[in-house]
């Protein structure tokens, strides 16, 4: 089942915070984050699997919460190079296939 | 080191034509991933490649699409008697696969292929 993503699309001006967020109806694995800007193919950003661990972007955070099948991706003092779509991707037991959820337009002002 | 690749960059096919995509995924990485991306939208999964094991193909929209993966290295995604809702970008991926975080976990995604079906 391809995860839920909101909000769909988001429009900050620089400096502001956004978060994103991603759930899932199934008990997941892990959850995967990727940013996509126009014309290119997407970037790894984070990944947080059940059992707390994570590995990521230094400059971003993201939290999992297992419970709710649920995970939002944070975004603080936001900067031009932010903008892309943010596809968060779902695994539902190791080593098994990841399916995206419909993505996160995000839009930085100056 | 190289990342993944893939070939042609832009597939300009009539309808009902059969056409072959290619990916050259990162040396070592057991998984592969194949993805479509119509304009604008998100990533939908086609296929995956796990090592030895058998393919989970429950992505492939139709019989018409069909892929291998060849010595544990590059993949071929065939697409037989085009449509032209085809078209598309088609994403490869792959990834090591380690369950854990020591090495690699992420995928690398190739720069695709635009496939444009008239």
């Known amino acids: 089942q391809q995860p839920v993503q909101s909000p769909q699309a988001v429009i900050l001006r620089e400096g502001e915070d956004a978060v994103i967020n991603c759930s899932s109806s199934k008990a997941l694995y892990s959850v995967h984050w990727y940013r996509q800007k126009h014309g290119e193919a997407p970037v790894f950003l984070m990944i947080l699997l059940k059992g707390g661990e994570q590995k990521g972007h230094e400059k971003i955070s993201a939290s999992f919460n297992e419970k709710k099948q649920q995970s939002s991706l944070y975004l603080t003092a936001s900067q031009l190079s932010y903008s892309g779509t943010y596809f968060c991707?779902?695994?539902?037991?190791?080593?098994?296939?990841?399916?995206f959820g419909s993505g996160t337009r995000l839009s930085i002002r100056p | 080191g190289a990342g993944v690749s893939q070939s042609p960059s832009n597939k300009v096919t009539e309808k009902g034509k059969d056409v072959e995509l290619r990916c050259d995924p990162i040396s070592g990485h057991t998984a592969l991933y194949w993805y479509r991306q119509s304009l604008g939208q998100g990533l939908e999964f086609l296929i995956y490649?796990?090592?030895?094991?058998?393919?989970?193909k429950s992505g492939l929209p139709s019989d018409r699409f069909s892929a291998e993966r060849t010595g544990g290295s590059v993949s071929t995604l065939t697409i037989q008697r085009t449509q032209q809702e085809d078209s598309a970008v088609y994403l490869c991926?792959?990834?090591?696969?380690?369950?854990?975080?020591?090495?690699?976990?992420?995928?690398?995604f190739g720069p695709g292929t635009r496939l444009t079906v008239l």
């Open positions: 991926a792959s990834s090591s696969s380690s369950p854990g975080l020591a090495g690699g976990y992420e995928q690398f």
């Open positions: 991707g779902t695994e539902y037991s190791s080593a098994s296939k990841i399916i």
């Open positions: 490649f796990q090592g030895n094991s058998a393919p989970d």
